[in-house]
């Protein structure tokens, strides 16, 4: 999705790509997923896949019992922007969407609400260990790898660079692209630095890399507020799923704060579950330090606290251009009791 204000051609365009592209994809999806058996609550939802925080969420619910009593279908994605167009177009009931990415929607004609807490912000900006650089501002007209133009993470490291009077776009040599190719870049030496997610950061900091700053700290820099604040993405689906089953929305955003529950409690649990992460044996280093980087990056609250900071992050992207206004109709929402 773009970055800036749509004007009234460019939201026509936007969501006839967004339906029809991602339409196209979604027919077979449609026709293999169903709905729930037996009275058990049905959705298909985001089936996060190795590279990503997410992806260690679907096998702790499997090992703890908590997909009893749910029939959901996993829908994989190619990549930051992808599952987020399988939404809009129907192929999904519920993915990652950040809270940005929910205003560009509704700016485009669709009604999407964040229900539940996903991931807090779990962006970091790394060099290798022999750079001169040591922040993020030493950086500025050196080359740096970042996440897609079109990714929550990419979002919020210009909201981030814009509270502290910076234009990441305008100040920086950016490689945007998939995460892979940016870490493909990083190591080869193509760039002087690389902006990217958990726990990709993880394993290059165990592998030597030198870790200069988080988004959340540069929020922090910023806005004063806390930096383990900053909320990366929540739980998303269409207002339309919410109304249609309460229940089946209950159900997940349930499942998902169960499953940080034990991540908080037991964070020992990464080290052991590390190759669905994608590390593999042989990097000890970020193995041990999964723990202690990872625990944090999944909240367990969702409410007033949340959406003060969606709402901030709302509001400064209006200031500084990312977003063209603040809706009337915030697009996140807490549910009842199921």
């Known amino acids: 999705m773009p970055e800036h204000p749509l004007t009234t051609d460019r939201r026509t365009v936007l969501r006839a790509v967004l339906l029809g592209a991602a339409g196209l994809a979604a027919t077979p999806l449609l026709a293999a997923c169903g709905g729930a058996a037996g009275g058990r ?52 009931d519920v993915a990652s969407f950040g809270p940005l990415g929910a205003v560009v929607a509704a700016e485009a004609g669709s009604d999407v609400v964040l229900f539940s807490p996903n991931l807090t912000n779990h962006v970091r900006w790394l060099v290798p260990e022999n750079s001169p650089y040591r922040t993020p501002a030493d950086l500025r007209g050196k080359r740096v790898a970042t996440p897609p133009n079109n990714s929550d993470a990419f979002r919020s490291t210009q909201l981030a660079a814009a509270v502290n009077g910076t234009d990441l776009n305008a100040e920086y040599e950016l490689f945007p692209g998939a995460v892979l190719a940016g870490l493909a870049l990083f190591d080869r030496g193509d760039v002087d630095a690389i902006v990217t997610i958990e726990p990709n950061a993880t394993r290059l900091v165990g592998r030597g890399a030198r870790q200069i700053a988080t988004v959340g700290e540069q929020w922090a820099q910023g806005t004063g507020e806390d930096p383990a604040s900053l909320i990366l993405n929540g739980q998303g689906t269409v207002r339309a799923f919410l109304d249609r089953d309460p229940v089946a929305a209950r159900a997940v955003a349930d499942l998902r704060v169960r499953a940080h529950e034990i991540i908080r409690e037991r964070p020992a649990v990464l080290t052991d579950l590390h190759e669905v992460y994608g590390i593999p044996a042989t990097e000890r280093a970020a193995i041990a330090l999964l723990p202690e980087r990872m625990r944090d990056v999944y909240p367990v609250e969702w409410g007033a606290p949340a959406f003060a900071n969606l709402q901030r992050q709302v509001e400064v992207a209006r200031q500084v251009g990312l977003v063209k206004a603040v809706p009337a109709q915030l697009p996140w929402t807490e549910l009842g009791a199921a």
């Open 41 to 92: 609550a049905g959705a298909r939802v985001e089936d996060s896949g190795a590279g990503t925080a997410s992806s260690v969420i679907r096998p702790i619910a499997e090992q703890n019992g908590l997909l009893e009593g749910l029939d959901l279908s996993y829908v994989s994605g190619t990549g930051p922007g992808d599952v987020q167009n399988k939404l809009l177009s129907g192929a999904l």
